[in-house]
């Protein structure tokens, strides 16, 4: 693949007449970490959603892997995708989510195998063999048949991960996955997290932990008001950010 | 009654409640004394509460409001679903299919169901099959019809309500990891809605086992229609009247226990305990009786 994994040129997208996100401009590139910021209702989670098509744009144009979401170009003409289309399109994106959503009525396996036996027809035994790797790797290979209600919220949250890897993506996507975590359980999760940008996985994390953000991204997104403020390597946009806003919106968190 | 009680203090006098006792008493023992000096042969209720007619009446009984109750949850489903579908044909139907048969009384739907061969004499494809609609449409049929569809259209509330009280971050989960709108709905909504569609379904079975005596009107030979057959020739009105009461309360009174289980345990929500078992395992949990907790 040549192009970025993401591309996004003037994404706009409305809620009634609130307009969300006002035209959104970024590029994440294959194997890069991404770090979106900002103040709380700026559009992250919009624009995040947006990226597997959970919620319609209403406006620009987003590529995954150079296809568009959500929509087929046919003679310069644009098509709106079947939910099946849809659907397989989303394999390629992983995502994981502030409040974790785990199935509650299905044990950790369940709800690593879930979607390799549904939706890629995988045999149970060997889906079943990648999902316990999975388990493993996120630390929780003892937790493999304990129900979500009996797992603290970090062990849920790995978990969730290893539920999204289990289908291969190419790209992941985390809404603020550790916001809703006790802070003495916020570390298990990033170290799963850092691991897993070791391994070259792409991934545009929200989040409001500066540290691992400067650790681990690649580089940064501030935004404000839905649209894109400023950009930079975390380094940069944190030691040194260049607009009053960000200035302003650093101020507070750091 | 608490040992340690130390304030001693004259508890308030109901005298109301006294006399209000006395009269509901007195009321009783007249109403029973009444009764017992009426002219009912209570030796023929009775004697026909085990007769074979009556006893195969009642499995009939249970049998139809069984078969009812599952078309009902099958169709409930199938509507309630329909309901939430972006298809504004597929959700009208759906509207209307609840509106009409629960605006129309359940008795009024049967004997439709039963006297369907005066709107189409014969029912087939043109030209492949055709049946001859009378002997199509036995009392059994009509009233499994007539019950399950009206059924139905109140289980679809009920299926709704379960749908919607799943929280909507599940249906993104799953979404998100590439499950298809139909296989979200079956493998990951439903099976959380059950919680909550369970203990209102045991209700309306409960319910259903009354209902279903009204599927006398079209001849289906349940516990009523088998005690008027007996008394409309012996004239025991009453008395048999009384021997299917005893088994309507016999029936309702054993689910009831049944619907007490399944309530205790489900309205105690997602604890642990609960999350921990599989679904079957909660429904064998609450059909098994006088465990203790
Ligand atoms: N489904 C919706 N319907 C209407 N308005 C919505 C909806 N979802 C989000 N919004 C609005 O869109 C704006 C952006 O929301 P969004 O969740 O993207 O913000 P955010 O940057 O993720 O904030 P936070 O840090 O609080 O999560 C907010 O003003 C929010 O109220
Ligand atoms: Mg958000």
């Not at chain 1, 290979?141 to 999204?164: F, T």
């Not at chain 2, 972006?86 to 004997?111: C, D, E, H, M």
């Not at chain 2, 309205?267 to 921990?276: D, F, I, L, Q, V």
């Given at each position: 693949m040549t192009g970025p994994m993401v591309e996004a040129r003037g994404v706009r997208k409305y809620y009634g007449s609130l307009q969300v996100l006002r035209g959104i401009d970024l590029d994440v590139a294959e194997g890069e970490v991404m770090c979106l910021v900002g103040p709380s209702g700026s559009g992250k989670s919009t624009f995040l959603r947006c990226i597997n098509h959970l919620e319609r744009l209403d406006g620009g144009t987003l590529r995954v892997r150079g296809r568009l979401v959500g929509f087929e170009e046919r003679k310069g003409k644009l098509y709106e995708m079947r939910e099946r289309e849809i659907a397989s399109q989303r394999l390629d994106i992983g995502m994981v989510f502030q409040r974790f959503n785990l199935f509650p009525h299905m044990t950790a396996l369940q709800n690593v195998m879930e979607a390799p036996v549904q939706v890629r027809r995988e045999k149970t035994a060997a889906a079943r063999k990648r999902a316990l790797d999975l388990l493993e790797r996120v630390g929780l290979a003892d937790k493999c048949g304990a129900y979500p209600g009996m797992l603290s919220g970090g062990q849920q949250q790995r978990v969730a991960i290893a539920r999204a890897l289990a289908m291969e993506p190419k790209l992941m996507l985390f809404d603020?996955?550790?916001?809703?975590?006790d802070p003495e359980l916020v570390g298990e999760v990033l170290d799963v997290m850092r691991q897993l940008a070791e391994s070259g996985m792409t991934m545009v994390v929200v989040t409001h932990e500066m540290g691992f953000a400067r650790e681990v991204g690649d580089s940064m997104v501030f935004m404000d008001q839905g649209v894109v403020v400023e950009s930079g390597s975390p380094k940069d946009v944190l030691s040194?950010?260049?607009?009053a806003r960000t200035q302003a919106f650093l101020s507070k968190v750091l | 009654m608490t040992g340690n009680a130390d304030i001693v203090a004259v508890p308030v006098r109901h005298y109301g409640r006294w006399v209000g006792a006395a009269v509901v008493i007195a009321l009783l023992v007249v109403l029973v004394y009444g009764f017992s000096q009426g002219n009912i042969d209570y030796g023929t209720t009775w004697q026909y509460f085990t007769a074979d007619t009556i006893v195969s009446g009642m499995w009939n009984t249970l049998l139809i409001s069984l078969l009812a109750q599952a078309l009902g949850v099958g169709l409930g489903v199938v509507a309630a679903v329909m309901r939430t579908s972006k298809n504004p044909v597929t959700s009208a139907v759906a509207w209307f299919y609840i509106w009409f048969f629960r605006g129309t009384p359940v008795l009024v739907q049967l004997l439709v169901w039963y006297n369907l061969s005066l709107v189409f004499p014969t029912i087939g494809l043109p030209g492949i099959a055709s049946w001859d609609t009378n002997s199509l449409m036995t009392p059994f049929l009509a009233a499994l019809l007539g019950l399950g569809i009206n059924e139905g259209a109140y289980m679809a509330e009920i299926v709704r309500a379960g749908i919607g009280s799943v929280d909507h971050g599940q249906t993104e989960a799953a979404h998100a990891l590439g499950l298809s709108p139909t296989k979200t709905m079956r493998r990951i909504v439903l099976p959380q809605a059950m919680r909550v569609i369970i203990p209102p379904t045991g209700n309306e079975f409960i319910n259903m086992l009354k209902t279903s005596s009204l599927a006398y009107a079209v001849q289906f030979d349940e516990l009523l229609l088998s005690a008027v057959g007996i008394y409309s020739s012996n004239l025991m009105v009453i008395e048999l009247l009384f021997t299917v009461s005893l088994w309507y309360l016999v029936l309702t009174s054993v689910f009831s226990v049944g619907q007490y289980y399944l309530e205790r345990r489900f309205s105690r929500g997602t604890s642990r305990a609960t999350r921990s078992r599989g679904l079957l395992g909660q429904v064998a949990a609450n059909l098994r009786l006088g465990r203790t907790r």
């Amino acid at each position: 693949m040549t192009g970025p994994m993401v591309e996004a040129r003037g994404v706009r997208k409305y809620y009634g007449s609130l307009q969300v996100l006002r035209g959104i401009d970024l590029d994440v590139a294959e194997g890069e970490v991404m770090c979106l910021v900002g103040p709380s209702g700026s559009g992250k989670s919009t624009f995040l959603r947006c990226i597997n098509h959970l919620e319609r744009l209403d406006g620009g144009t987003l590529r995954v892997r150079g296809r568009l979401v959500g929509f087929e170009e046919r003679k310069g003409k644009l098509y709106e995708m079947r939910e099946r289309e849809i659907a397989s399109q989303r394999l390629d994106i992983g995502m994981v989510f502030q409040r974790f959503n785990l199935f509650p009525h299905m044990t950790a396996l369940q709800n690593v195998m879930e979607a390799p036996v549904q939706v890629r027809r995988e045999k149970t035994a060997a889906a079943r063999k990648r999902a316990l790797d999975l388990l493993e790797r996120v630390g929780l290979a003892d937790k493999c048949g304990a129900y979500p209600g009996m797992l603290s919220g970090g062990q849920q949250q790995r978990v969730a991960i290893a539920r999204a890897l289990a289908m291969e993506p190419k790209l992941m996507l985390f809404d603020e996955p550790t916001s809703a975590l006790d802070p003495e359980l916020v570390g298990e999760v990033l170290d799963v997290m850092r691991q897993l940008a070791e391994s070259g996985m792409t991934m545009v994390v929200v989040t409001h932990e500066m540290g691992f953000a400067r650790e681990v991204g690649d580089s940064m997104v501030f935004m404000d008001q839905g649209v894109v403020v400023e950009s930079g390597s975390p380094k940069d946009v944190l030691s040194n950010p260049q607009h009053a806003r960000t200035q302003a919106f650093l101020s507070k968190v750091l | 009654m608490t040992g340690n009680a130390d304030i001693v203090a004259v508890p308030v006098r109901h005298y109301g409640r006294w006399v209000g006792a006395a009269v509901v008493i007195a009321l009783l023992v007249v109403l029973v004394y009444g009764f017992s000096q009426g002219n009912i042969d209570y030796g023929t209720t009775w004697q026909y509460f085990t007769a074979d007619t009556i006893v195969s009446g009642m499995w009939n009984t249970l049998l139809i409001s069984l078969l009812a109750q599952a078309l009902g949850v099958g169709l409930g489903v199938v509507a309630a679903v329909m309901r939430t579908s972006k298809n504004p044909v597929t959700s009208a139907v759906a509207w209307f299919y609840i509106w009409f048969f629960r605006g129309t009384p359940v008795l009024v739907q049967l004997l439709v169901w039963y006297n369907l061969s005066l709107v189409f004499p014969t029912i087939g494809l043109p030209g492949i099959a055709s049946w001859d609609t009378n002997s199509l449409m036995t009392p059994f049929l009509a009233a499994l019809l007539g019950l399950g569809i009206n059924e139905g259209a109140y289980m679809a509330e009920i299926v709704r309500a379960g749908i919607g009280s799943v929280d909507h971050g599940q249906t993104e989960a799953a979404h998100a990891l590439g499950l298809s709108p139909t296989k979200t709905m079956r493998r990951i909504v439903l099976p959380q809605a059950m919680r909550v569609i369970i203990p209102p379904t045991g209700n309306e079975f409960i319910n259903m086992l009354k209902t279903s005596s009204l599927a006398y009107a079209v001849q289906f030979d349940e516990l009523l229609l088998s005690a008027v057959g007996i008394y409309s020739s012996n004239l025991m009105v009453i008395e048999l009247l009384f021997t299917v009461s005893l088994w309507y309360l016999v029936l309702t009174s054993v689910f009831s226990v049944g619907q007490y289980y399944l309530e205790r345990r489900f309205s105690r929500g997602t604890s642990r305990a609960t999350r921990s078992r599989g679904l079957l395992g909660q429904v064998a949990a609450n059909l098994r009786l006088g465990r203790t907790r």
